[in-house]
Nanobody, 121 residues
């Protein structure tokens, strides 16, 4: 069992940056791939970024490639999402998830409660 708690969301102007954190509990954190997803009102949950168990492989959604960076520290049971050059269309609730290497929500077994990111124009 893995419990996930996101933090670091907030209100930022377009062009700004935010760093989201996801703290995990449980001794099996390092065995899971981790992902970040987001969901805006009235829209489906969208894949943002993923990272494999060791941190040696990362993958990104097309809309954030080159602007966002995912990283993890297994010793700290934490995964981060550094978001730069934010745009109003990045506004959403951001979720951290633990599972297998995947770009779809179905690949992730454990989910956090989400943190709101709002980008003003």
């Amino acid at each position: 069992q893995v419990q996930l708690v996101e933090s670091g969301g907030g209100l930022v102007q377009a062009g700004g940056s935010l760093r989201l954190s996801c703290a995990a509990s449980g001794r099996t954190f390092s065995s899971y791939a981790m992902g970040w997803f987001r969901q805006a009102p009235g829209k489906e949950r969208e894949f943002v970024a993923g990272i494999n168990w060791s941190g040696g492989s990362t993958w990104y959604g097309d809309s954030v490639k080159g602007r966002f960076t995912i990283s993890r520290d297994n010793a700290k049971n934490t995964v981060w999402l550094q978001m730069n050059s934010l745009k109003p269309e990045d506004t959403a609730v951001y979720y951290c998830a633990a599972g297998v290497t995947s770009r779809t929500p179905a690949g992730y077994r454990y989910w956090g409660q989400g943190t709101q990111v709002t980008v003003s124009s």
